[in-house]
C-alpha cells in the first residue's frame, strides 16, 4: 500500500532551522508531484512548498527565501529545508503526494509536528 512517512520535526529556538523529510513507498515516485502543507492549532491546511515531477518547485509566500523544497527520486524522498524560523512556523507539517497525471489520485501522510519557540 501506499505510505508517506515524514521526519524530522520537534522543537526548535526561533531563527534556527529544521530539516523534514518525507520517505514515500508503493509508488512511482518519479510520477508524482510533491508537497509539503502545514496546519496551525485552529486553521485550515495550507501548502508550504511544491516540487513537480520535474523539479520545478514554487513556494508560499510568507516562506520564500527561507524554506527550500527537494527531492530525490532515487531515493523516493522529499525533503524541507527550514531556515530562519519563526514562531508562526509552528505546525504539524504534512507530505502530500499528487499523481501527475490524475490529480485526483492524491496520497497523504500522517503529519509531524513543528513548534518554534521564542
Known amino acids: 500500500q501506499v505510505q508517506l512517512v515524514e521526519s524530522g520535526g520537534g522543537l526548535v529556538q526561533a531563527g534556527g532551522s529544521l530539516r523534514l523529510s518525507c520517505t514515500a513507498s508503493?509508488?512511482?515516485?518519479?510520477?508524482?508531484?510533491m508537497a509539503w502543507y502545514r496546519q496551525a492549532p485552529g486553521k485550515q491546511r495550507d501548502m508550504v512548498a511544491h516540487?513537480?515531477?520535474?523539479?520545478?518547485?514554487n513556494y508560499a509566500d510568507s516562506v520564500k527565501g527561507r524554506f527550500t523544497i527537494t527531492r530525490d527520486n532515487a531515493k523516493n524522498t522529499v525533503d524541507l529545508q527550514m531556515n530562519s524560523l519563526k514562531l508562526e512556523d509552528t505546525a504539524v507539517y504534512y507530505c502530500?503526494?499528487?499523481?501527475?497525471?490524475?490529480?485526483?489520485?492524491?496520497?497523504w501522510g500522517e503529519g509531524t509536528p513543528v513548534t518554534v519557540s521564542s
Open positions: 508503493g509508488i512511482i515516485f518519479r510520477t508524482y508531484n
Open positions: 516540487i513537480t515531477s520535474d523539479g520545478s518547485t
Open positions: 502530500s503526494a499528487r499523481f501527475a497525471y490524475n490529480s485526483a489520485i492524491r496520497y
